[in-house]
C-alpha cells in the first residue's frame, strides 16, 4: 500500500498581502514559509518517501527543492501540479473581488459559469488534471510513497474525490501552508489518513 502526499507549498508573499496570484512569476516564500518547509522536510524525513513532484511555480517549487535537499531526492517538475489559471482575477486582492463579484470560491466550487467567463479554470478542470497524476503516480511509483507539492486547491480537487464535501465544507476549508493531506492507496482506491499534517510547533500558529 502506497502513500500519496501533497503538501501545500510554504507561506508566500501572495497569502500575506491577501492577492490572488495565479500563476503569476516572480512571488517568493517568505521567511516564515522556508521555515514552514524545512520543517515539514524533517517530517517527511521519517516517511520513507521514494519521489517529489512540485507545480513548476515558484513558491511550491521553491517548497520542494528544500524538502528534496533535506531527504536526498530530486525534484520533478509536473504542470498538472501547477495553481489555478486565475484568468482575469490574477493579481487582484480577495477584497476587491469580493466587493465586485461576490463570493468568487464559492462560485467556483459550485461550477457557476460566470468563472470560466472570466477566464478562471474550473474546479472540474483542475479535479481531472490532478486525478491525472496521481494515475501516473499509481502506475509509475507502485507501493511507494510520493509527495506532490502543489497548490491549495488541486488538493482539495483531490479531497473533494475521497471524501463527500459540499461546495461550502471546500469554501471553509483551509489547506495550511507547508502541511501534509495524506492518502492512502490500494487497488485504486483511496482514503484519507492525513489532513493538515504538520510540525507540532505550529499548532498554535495562525495558518
Not at 8 to 14: C, L, M, T
Not at 101 to 124: C, D, P, Q, R
Not at 166 to 181: D, G, M, R, V
Request: aromatic share 6%.
Amino acid at each position: 500500500m502506497g502513500q500519496i502526499i501533497f503538501l501545500r507549498h510554504g507561506q508566500a508573499k501572495n497569502n500575506v498581502e491577501r492577492v490572488l496570484a495565479g500563476r503569476t512569476k516572480g512571488i517568493p516564500l517568505t521567511e516564515t514559509g522556508i521555515q514552514q518547509a524545512q520543517h515539514t522536510a524533517e517530517l517527511l524525513e521519517h516517511m520513507n518517501i521514494s519521489a517529489i513532484y512540485s507545480s513548476p511555480i515558484q513558491r511550491a517549487k521553491h517548497t520542494a527543492e528544500i524538502v528534496g535537499e533535506h531527504n536526498s531526492i530530486d525534484v520533478k517538475i509536473d504542470d498538472r501540479l501547477i495553481e489555478l489559471d486565475m484568468g482575469k482575477f490574477t493579481g487582484v486582492p480577495y477584497d476587491e473581488i469580493f466587493t465586485s463579484h461576490g463570493n468568487v470560491f464559492m462560485k467556483f466550487y459550485n461550477g457557476e459559469l460566470e468563472i470560466a467567463h472570466n477566464g478562471v479554470e474550473t474546479f472540474s478542470e483542475v479535479k481531472k488534471r490532478v486525478l491525472g497524476i496521481v494515475d501516473h503516480i499509481i502506475e509509475n511509483h507502485p507501493d511507494e510513497n510520493v509527495v506532490l507539492v502543489t497548490h491549495m486547491d488541486p488538493i482539495k480537487a483531490m479531497l473533494s474525490t475521497v471524501v463527500d464535501l459540499s461546495p461550502t465544507n471546500l469554501f471553509e476549508l483551509i489547506i495550511a501552508n507547508a502541511s501534509l493531506n495524506i492518502f492512502r492507496e490500494k487497488e485504486c482506491k483511496f482514503s484519507l489518513s492525513g489532513l493538515n499534517v504538520m510540525h507540532p510547533s505550529r499548532f498554535d500558529q495562525g495558518w
